[in-house]
């Protein structure tokens, strides 16, 4: 019904015609600021906003006599009245209950709503901004704002600002949020169904996809909460779990948050700075780290060198300089082929 309803009106009423009566009756710009939010920006949204309202209201209050839309209302009527035989209320559009008889202006009211929706959704749509790494690359991103994300290899975020609040989306990989204070805005990174909310800071967070989506957050400055994305209402939970500078932990949902950990600031301030650092952990741990950053991946032959440890600081991707070490300092040998390199055991 109120998608016949769209019709009618739509036929009645073209877009360009309520910008150009908004435009004669004194909002002068209308045009252009409509522009502006349909690009994403925020200035004047809610005068624009209402200013919009206010006309489709206007334009169907106009059209509720129109004869096309008094007999589809009358249609719907008797329609609601066979199903009221068996049931006394009803579930609508929106999920909520109603009263058997449906009025001509509630069906305007939905109908003037779904029109805002069909013709100007930009203004009242923030759209996404995706930010992206290849492998091997990294970049800082600085937002709107002046905060920063630090982007390290293969990653991807998408960012979607708004009057209210400024949410990223961390979709795959690692990155370094640095955020400019704004308390009416919390800053909010969703990582699956985990949300972690600051409000000025810096933090790490790495999804690490090859084990079981493991999310590591590690606070370098300031404070930040780990949510249940789902049980997000903008508002801060008396009880929310509190992460302190200095101090990391590990989950797979916000549900299964580990115990806090110091933060790996050698690691961090490493990649941070085109660098791979390794202090005495196993060889499978170093060719797993060193596989994010190369096209060129390394696979251990022989799995009992896996335990091997090894420390040392390699620039990020660069395959030959690990390689190197690795026949210098292990009893080894490499293999190349294709975009694969096999490190085994040297043969007796």
Do not use: C
Not at 18 to 23: D, K, N, Q
Not at 186 to 206: K, M
């Amino acid at each position: 019904m109120i998608k016949k309803m769209l019709n009618i009106i739509k036929g009645r009423q073209k877009p360009d015609d309520i910008l150009a009566r908004m435009e004669q009756s004194g909002s002068e710009g209308i045009r252009k600021r409509l522009d502006r939010l349909g690009e994403g920006s925020a200035l004047h949204k809610k005068d624009v906003q209402a200013e919009f309202d206010d006309y489709i209201w206007t334009m169907t209050g106009e059209l509720q006599n129109d004869s096309d839309i008094q007999s589809l209302v009358a249609s719907y009527q008797a329609e609601i009245g066979q199903v009221n035989a068996t049931s006394k209320k009803h579930s609508f559009l929106f999920g909520e209950s109603f009263s058997t008889w449906l009025k001509p202006a509630a069906a305007l009211a939905g109908a003037a709503a779904l029109l805002a929706v069909v013709f100007y959704s930009p203004t009242t749509t923030v759209p996404f901004d995706t930010y992206a790494t290849r492998v091997g690359d990294q970049r800082i991103i600085e937002l709107a704002d002046a905060s920063k994300i630090t982007l390290n290899t293969n990653t991807q975020v998408r960012v979607q600002y708004s009057d209210d609040a400024r949410d990223i989306y961390l979709d795959r990989g690692e990155a370094i949020f640095s955020v400019e204070k704004d308390k009416k805005r919390p800053f909010n990174v969703y990582i699956g169904d985990t949300l972690v909310r600051a409000v000025g800071t810096e933090f790490n967070i790495f999804l690490d996809q090859t084990n079981n989506n493991l999310v590591t957050v590690s606070v370098l400055e300031g404070i930040v909460t780990i949510l249940n994305a789902a049980d997000d209402n903008r508002a801060q939970p008396a009880a929310a779990p509190l992460l302190e500078a200095g101090n990391a932990v590990s989950l797979t949902n916000a549900s299964s948050v580990s115990a806090k950990q110091p933060v790996d600031l050698v690691r961090i301030a490493g990649w941070r700075s085109g660098q791979i650092v390794f202090h005495d952990i196993s060889l499978d741990e170093a060719v797993k780290d060193h596989n994010r950053y190369a096209m060129q991946k390394i696979v251990l032959g022989d799995r009992s060198l896996a335990s091997e440890r090894i420390s040392g600081t390699f620039k990020v991707g660069d395959s030959q300089a690990l390689l190197f070490a690795l026949e210098n300092l292990l009893d080894v040998e490499v293999q190349r082929s294709g975009n694969t390199v096999i490190v085994s055991k040297q043969k007796s």
